[in-house]
Protein backbone atom coordinates (compact mmCIF):
# COMPACT_ATOMS: atom_id res chain seq x y z
CA UNK A 1 0.00 0.00 0.00
CA UNK A 2 1.49 3.08 -0.98
CA UNK A 3 0.44 4.87 1.86
CA UNK A 4 2.25 8.32 0.69
CA UNK A 5 -0.12 8.58 -2.41
CA UNK A 6 -2.99 8.21 -0.36
CA UNK A 7 -2.19 10.70 2.24
CA UNK A 8 -1.76 12.98 -0.70
CA UNK A 9 -5.42 12.11 -2.31
CA UNK A 10 -6.91 11.83 1.10
CA UNK A 11 -5.79 15.43 1.57
CA UNK A 12 -6.60 16.04 -1.71
CA UNK A 13 -10.08 15.17 -0.97
CA UNK A 14 -10.91 16.67 2.33
CA UNK A 15 -9.05 20.22 1.18
CA UNK A 16 -9.66 20.69 -2.24
CA UNK A 17 -12.14 18.28 -3.90
CA UNK A 18 -14.87 16.89 -1.75
CA UNK A 19 -17.83 16.97 -4.46
CA UNK A 20 -15.09 14.87 -6.99
CA UNK A 21 -15.79 12.21 -4.39
CA UNK A 22 -19.07 12.78 -3.51
CA UNK A 23 -18.60 13.77 -0.08
CA UNK A 24 -20.14 16.55 1.54
CA UNK A 25 -17.81 18.27 4.65
CA UNK A 26 -19.50 19.52 7.95
CA UNK A 27 -19.11 23.01 9.15
CA UNK A 28 -15.26 21.44 10.82
CA UNK A 29 -14.23 19.90 7.52
CA UNK A 30 -15.17 16.29 8.95
CA UNK A 31 -16.87 13.39 6.65
CA UNK A 32 -17.55 9.63 7.84
CA UNK A 33 -14.73 7.56 7.25
CA UNK A 34 -16.99 5.03 5.64
CA UNK A 35 -17.86 7.30 3.05
CA UNK A 36 -14.43 8.28 2.25
CA UNK A 37 -13.25 4.93 2.04
CA UNK A 38 -16.40 3.50 -0.09
CA UNK A 39 -15.04 6.83 -2.48
CA UNK A 40 -11.30 6.09 -2.45
CA UNK A 41 -11.77 2.21 -3.17
CA UNK A 42 -14.54 2.81 -6.04
CA UNK A 43 -11.34 5.05 -7.45
CA UNK A 44 -9.11 1.68 -7.50
CA UNK A 45 -5.64 3.59 -7.57
CA UNK A 46 -4.26 1.13 -4.91
CA UNK A 47 -3.49 -2.66 -4.56
CA UNK A 48 -5.61 -3.50 -1.86
CA UNK A 49 -8.95 -2.43 0.01
CA UNK A 50 -8.02 0.63 2.00
CA UNK A 51 -9.36 0.38 5.33
CA UNK A 52 -9.75 2.82 8.44
CA UNK A 53 -6.55 1.12 9.49
CA UNK A 54 -4.62 2.49 6.98
CA UNK A 55 -5.71 5.96 7.91
CA UNK A 56 -4.67 4.95 10.83
CA UNK A 57 -1.40 4.62 9.86
CA UNK A 58 -1.07 7.78 8.05
CA UNK A 59 -1.55 9.47 10.87
CA UNK A 60 0.69 7.96 12.91
CA UNK A 61 3.71 7.71 11.15
CA UNK A 62 3.22 10.98 8.67
CA UNK A 63 5.83 13.64 9.65
CA UNK A 64 3.45 16.26 9.64
CA UNK A 65 -0.34 15.88 11.60
CA UNK A 66 -2.71 16.46 8.27
CA UNK A 67 -5.69 14.40 8.90
CA UNK A 68 -7.61 13.78 12.38
CA UNK A 69 -9.94 11.08 13.18
CA UNK A 70 -12.74 11.56 15.82
CA UNK A 71 -15.13 8.79 16.34
CA UNK A 72 -16.50 8.02 12.85
CA UNK A 73 -15.59 11.18 10.83
CA UNK A 74 -12.00 11.92 9.75
CA UNK A 75 -10.97 15.51 8.99
CA UNK A 76 -8.02 17.56 7.33
CA UNK A 77 -6.43 19.72 10.03
CA UNK A 78 -5.79 22.44 7.34
CA UNK A 79 -4.86 23.30 3.84
CA UNK A 80 -8.35 23.90 2.87
CA UNK A 81 -9.33 25.60 -0.33
CA UNK A 82 -13.05 24.67 -0.35
CA UNK A 83 -16.02 27.23 -1.22
CA UNK A 84 -17.69 26.08 1.95
CA UNK A 85 -16.09 28.21 4.93
CA UNK A 86 -14.50 25.61 7.62
CA UNK A 87 -14.78 26.64 11.04
CA UNK A 88 -11.57 26.66 12.88
CA UNK A 89 -10.99 26.55 17.05
CA UNK A 90 -9.83 30.45 17.70
CA UNK A 91 -6.83 30.23 20.10
CA UNK A 92 -3.81 31.77 21.55
CA UNK A 93 -0.82 31.11 19.91
CA UNK A 94 2.93 31.18 20.87
CA UNK A 95 4.25 35.12 20.78
CA UNK A 96 6.32 34.75 17.36
CA UNK A 97 5.12 32.22 14.70
CA UNK A 98 7.64 31.82 11.52
CA UNK A 99 5.95 31.83 7.84
CA UNK A 100 8.65 30.14 4.52
CA UNK A 101 7.30 32.25 1.61
CA UNK A 102 9.70 33.18 -1.40
CA UNK A 103 11.67 36.57 -1.96
CA UNK A 104 9.83 36.81 -4.88
CA UNK A 105 6.44 37.64 -2.95
CA UNK A 106 8.18 40.00 -0.11
CA UNK A 107 6.83 43.15 -2.75
CA UNK A 108 3.26 42.26 -2.59
CA UNK A 109 3.30 40.90 1.28
CA UNK A 110 4.81 44.32 2.18
CA UNK A 111 1.61 45.69 0.19
CA UNK A 112 -1.26 43.52 1.46
CA UNK A 113 0.43 41.97 3.93
CA UNK A 114 -0.02 38.03 4.50
CA UNK A 115 -3.14 36.60 2.38
CA UNK A 116 -4.61 33.27 2.13
CA UNK A 117 -4.60 33.29 -1.34
CA UNK A 118 -6.24 30.22 -2.50
CA UNK A 119 -6.26 28.90 0.97
CA UNK A 120 -9.04 29.58 3.44
CA UNK A 121 -6.57 30.71 6.08
CA UNK A 122 -3.13 32.33 6.15
CA UNK A 123 -0.74 29.04 7.44
CA UNK A 124 1.63 29.69 9.84
CA UNK A 125 4.82 27.33 11.77
CA UNK A 126 5.69 27.10 15.50
CA UNK A 127 9.36 26.73 13.96
CA UNK A 128 11.92 28.63 11.84
CA UNK A 129 12.74 25.07 10.40
CA UNK A 130 9.09 24.27 9.49
CA UNK A 131 8.99 27.33 8.04
CA UNK A 132 11.89 26.38 5.79
CA UNK A 133 11.01 23.33 4.65
CA UNK A 134 7.60 24.97 3.93
CA UNK A 135 9.16 27.92 1.89
CA UNK A 136 11.52 24.97 -0.36
CA UNK A 137 8.48 23.38 -1.47
CA UNK A 138 8.17 26.71 -3.87
CA UNK A 139 11.97 25.93 -4.87
CA UNK A 140 12.75 29.94 -5.23
CA UNK A 141 14.98 32.21 -3.44
CA UNK A 142 13.61 31.82 0.56
CA UNK A 143 12.31 34.11 3.09
CA UNK A 144 11.32 33.42 6.13
CA UNK A 145 9.07 35.68 8.04
CA UNK A 146 8.58 36.22 11.74
CA UNK A 147 4.99 37.38 12.87
CA UNK A 148 4.47 38.73 16.11
CA UNK A 149 1.29 37.38 17.19
CA UNK A 150 1.02 39.12 20.24
CA UNK A 151 0.73 42.79 18.53
CA UNK A 152 -1.40 41.52 16.32
CA UNK A 153 -4.15 39.74 18.39
CA UNK A 154 -3.69 43.09 20.58
CA UNK A 155 -5.57 44.44 17.45
CA UNK A 156 -7.76 41.95 16.20
CA UNK A 157 -6.30 39.88 14.31
CA UNK A 158 -7.63 36.36 15.46
CA UNK A 159 -5.42 33.12 15.06
CA UNK A 160 -6.74 29.49 14.66
CA UNK A 161 -5.72 25.83 15.46
CA UNK A 162 -4.04 23.49 12.96
CA UNK A 163 -2.01 21.12 14.61
CA UNK A 164 0.43 21.36 17.40
CA UNK A 165 3.32 23.05 14.45
CA UNK A 166 0.61 24.63 12.17
CA UNK A 167 -1.54 27.79 13.28
CA UNK A 168 -4.00 29.35 11.41
CA UNK A 169 -5.00 33.17 10.80
CA UNK A 170 -6.74 35.28 8.73
CA UNK A 171 -4.78 38.59 6.74
CA UNK A 172 -1.74 39.33 8.90
CA UNK A 173 -0.87 42.94 7.85
CA UNK A 174 2.86 43.63 7.33
CA UNK A 175 3.31 45.95 10.57
CA UNK A 176 3.55 42.99 12.57
CA UNK A 177 5.69 40.87 10.27
CA UNK A 178 9.43 40.98 10.49
CA UNK A 179 11.73 38.97 7.36
CA UNK A 180 14.59 37.39 9.12
CA UNK A 181 18.01 36.42 8.96
CA UNK A 182 18.67 33.28 10.97
CA UNK A 183 21.92 31.92 12.36
CA UNK A 184 22.90 28.73 13.68
CA UNK A 185 21.62 29.19 17.29
CA UNK A 186 18.05 30.86 18.59
CA UNK A 187 19.94 33.53 19.67
CA UNK A 188 21.44 34.30 16.62
CA UNK A 189 18.98 36.08 14.62
CA UNK A 190 18.37 39.84 13.35
CA UNK A 191 14.98 40.35 12.52
CA UNK A 192 14.04 43.46 9.75
CA UNK A 193 10.74 44.65 10.40
CA UNK A 194 9.05 44.47 6.83
CA UNK A 195 8.20 47.72 5.87
CA UNK A 196 11.77 48.88 6.62
CA UNK A 197 13.04 45.63 4.43
CA UNK A 198 15.35 47.59 1.54
CA UNK A 199 13.10 46.71 -1.91
CA UNK A 200 16.78 46.23 -3.12
CA UNK A 201 17.45 42.80 -1.21
CA UNK A 202 14.15 41.03 -2.36
CA UNK A 203 14.42 42.03 -5.39
CA UNK A 204 17.19 40.38 -6.24
CA UNK A 205 19.85 43.98 -6.47
CA UNK A 206 21.42 42.82 -3.33
CA UNK A 207 21.69 38.65 -2.57
CA UNK A 208 21.14 38.07 1.24
CA UNK A 209 24.99 37.75 1.60
CA UNK A 210 25.47 41.16 -0.20
CA UNK A 211 23.00 42.56 2.55
CA UNK A 212 24.57 40.68 5.68
CA UNK A 213 28.07 41.99 4.24
CA UNK A 214 26.57 45.45 4.30
CA UNK A 215 26.14 44.85 8.20
CA UNK A 216 28.57 42.51 9.36
CA UNK A 217 27.66 43.07 13.15
CA UNK A 218 23.97 42.77 13.06
CA UNK A 219 23.19 39.95 10.39
CA UNK A 220 24.47 36.86 10.49
CA UNK A 221 24.39 34.42 7.19
CA UNK A 222 22.00 31.08 8.40
C1 LIG B 1 2.16 33.57 -0.38
C2 LIG B 1 1.68 22.74 3.30
C3 LIG B 1 1.94 37.34 -2.53
C4 LIG B 1 2.57 32.74 0.81
C5 LIG B 1 2.65 23.61 4.08
C6 LIG B 1 2.75 31.39 0.15
C7 LIG B 1 1.78 24.57 4.86
C8 LIG B 1 1.53 35.91 -0.78
C9 LIG B 1 1.73 31.41 -0.98
C10 LIG B 1 0.49 24.61 4.06
C11 LIG B 1 0.83 36.91 -0.08
C12 LIG B 1 0.54 30.54 -0.74
C13 LIG B 1 0.29 25.96 3.42
C14 LIG B 1 0.71 38.19 -0.71
C15 LIG B 1 0.81 35.15 1.14
N1 LIG B 1 1.28 38.35 -1.92
N2 LIG B 1 2.08 36.13 -2.00
N3 LIG B 1 0.08 39.21 -0.13
N4 LIG B 1 0.39 36.42 1.09
N5 LIG B 1 1.50 34.84 0.01
O1 LIG B 1 0.80 26.75 -0.58
O2 LIG B 1 1.69 28.71 3.53
O3 LIG B 1 2.52 19.64 3.28
O4 LIG B 1 -1.27 28.20 -0.29
O5 LIG B 1 3.75 33.22 1.40
O6 LIG B 1 3.51 22.87 4.88
O7 LIG B 1 2.99 27.86 1.48
O8 LIG B 1 0.39 20.28 2.16
O9 LIG B 1 0.49 28.27 1.44
O10 LIG B 1 4.05 31.24 -0.38
O11 LIG B 1 1.54 24.21 6.17
O12 LIG B 1 0.39 19.44 4.52
O13 LIG B 1 1.29 32.75 -1.10
O14 LIG B 1 0.60 23.60 3.06
O15 LIG B 1 1.27 21.65 4.06
O16 LIG B 1 0.96 29.20 -0.87
O17 LIG B 1 1.46 26.33 2.68
P1 LIG B 1 0.21 28.03 -0.13
P2 LIG B 1 1.76 27.86 2.30
P3 LIG B 1 1.12 20.18 3.48
Not at 47 to 72: N, Y
Not at 190 to 204: E, F, K, M, R, V
Request: overall charge neutral; some cysteine; aromatic content about 10%.
Amino acid sequence: MKLNELSKEISYALRHAPHEYELELDEEGFVLIDQLLHAINEGGNYDRTVTKADLEEIIRTSEKKRHEIVGDKIRALYGHSVPQFIKKEEGVPPKVLYHGTTKEALGSIKKNGLVPMQRQYVHLSVDREMADSVARRKKKDIAILQVDTEAAQKNGIKFYVGNDKVWLADNIPSKYIGVGFFGPTPTDCHIIQLDDYPTSAYAGVWTVEEFIKKFPDKYKKV
